[in-house]
């Protein structure tokens, strides 16, 4: 049974920072990409980050220059560093890993930015 644990979410103002992270525990074993998506109110939930077991790292266009992915290998551990946070990067945070080819989802924690 895999289970990723979300923590680092809240209320920031615009401009601030904010960090995320997402540990894997169960059968973890070969945790490959692991991943931030994002889901705002009446919207598709679209993908923020990704990053290889490698580290290898991907970024939508709108969050670039400003988060940053990392990962912990021996942790199962991946990270989201939000700086310079817009009131549009308000949503619920998800994190996503495949693990053995199967992807997982975390719960989701929110992230507010205030005007």
């Known amino acids: 049974q895999v289970r990723l644990v979300e923590s680092g979410g809240g209320l920031v103002q615009a401009g601030g920072s904010l960090g995320l992270s997402c540990a894997a525990s169960?059968?973890?074993?070969?945790?490959?990409?692991m991943a931030w998506y994002r889901q705002a109110p009446g919207k598709q939930r679209e993908l923020v980050a990704a990053?290889?077991?490698?580290?290898?790292?991907t970024y939508a266009a709108s969050v670039k220059a400003r988060f940053t992915i990392s990962r912990d290998n021996p942790k199962n551990t991946v990270y989201l560093q939000m700086n310079s946070l817009k009131p549009e990067d308000t949503a619920v945070y998800y994190c996503?890993?495949?693990?053995?080819?199967?992807?997982?989802w975390g719960q989701g924690t929110q992230v507010t930015v205030s005007s």
């Open positions: 996503h890993a495949v693990i053995r080819s199967m992807g997982y």
């Open positions: 169960g059968s973890t074993f070969s945790v490959n990409d």
């Open positions: 990053i290889s077991s490698s580290g290898s790292t």
